[in-house]
């Protein structure tokens, strides 16, 4: 069986997406980004110090013949996207401060793929969460019918393939979040070939503990399930709440939930709070050996991709192949 990559490149051959990578003076982004133009799936789009790009691809024997690179301060493109932006934030920022801001690489990035420059963006290996997240949702900003972007990760380990979410983006979460992320969730692995089982997780199966939290994610489950209903998902199966155990061993699932909708054979799990999807995620990927690809972002108008500070060169061109895949939705 193919892996997940190998499917999505196959998809992106000869398509040539743009992609902005704003941190091109760092080596793992410069790095991936001479990768990445070797290939007829994504085009990069590299934004930073010109001077600085050069002289790091020069000390690490990097050939970025042929890509484009991006100095935002003094880009030719910069007047354009001003206006755009001041427009876009319909008053919120003057001239002067757009300037200003879009002199910020995440900022100027974030302009390029509204203004239909580029495709997509990836950012986080310099940068928080919230400085890729926020201008996304100023500029690009959620689609209709989403209230809140989320953040999943594709953990992928040989043949098996899971979604974890969200693992990035909310620090809380009410039942209806969790039923939105759920959806999201679903419809993000259906989109990549995956045939979603959504499990809702909890210290708790089918009731086998009682508490506010436990309630949250039964009466967030009722809600996804009819969501899903609502937008033409009837082939998605979304159930809990369950412990992680129940979601994805048959044998323990046929004890503790004999009569649920999944069977221990879950892929997509929704966590009940930022908290627990983190450090779920980081267990896998640390302890349980999974690679971990995102966080992928869900509910924007445009992808835009947060990579964790402490990524790989690999990890940001996976990412970027994700990025790519995305836009093809």
Known sequence: M?????????????KNVRIVLPEGEDERVLTAATKLQASDFVTPVVLGDQDKIEALAKDKGLDISGIEIITPSTSDLKPELVEAF?????????????????NNVNYFGTMLVYAGKAEGLVSG???????????????????????????????????????????????????????????????TAKSFGMDPKVALLSFSTKGSAKSDDV????????????????????????????????????????????????????????FPSLEAGNIGYKIAQRLGGYEAIGPVLQGLNSPVNDLSRG????????LSIITAAQTLQ
């Open 311 to 318: 990524c790989s060169t690999e990890d940001v061109y996976n």
């Open 2 to 14: 193919p892996s997940l990559l190998d499917v999505l490149k196959d998809k992106l051959s000869g």
């Open 215 to 270: 309630e949250k994610v039964a009466e967030a489950t009722k809600a996804a399930q009819e969501k899903a209903e609502s937008e033409g998902l009837k082939d998605v199966v979304i159930d809990g709440e369950f412990q992680f155990d129940a979601a994805i061993v048959p044998e323990v699932a046929a004890k503790k939930a004999p009569d649920a909708q999944i069977k221990g054979d879950a892929n997509v799990f929704v």
């Open 125 to 187: 290996a310099a940068h928080s969460t919230g400085d890729t997240v926020r201008p996304a949702l100023q500029i690009i900003k959620t689609k209709p019918g989403v209230a809140k972007t989320s953040g999943v990760f594709f953990m992928i380990k040989g043949e098996e393939q899971y979604v974890f979410g969200d693992c990035a983006i909310n620090p809380t979460l009410e039942a209806t979040d969790l039923a939105e992320i759920a959806v999201e969730s679903a419809k």
């Open 86 to 102: 001041v427009e876009r934030r319909k008053g919120k920022a003057t001239k002067e401060q757009a300037e200003d801001m879009l």
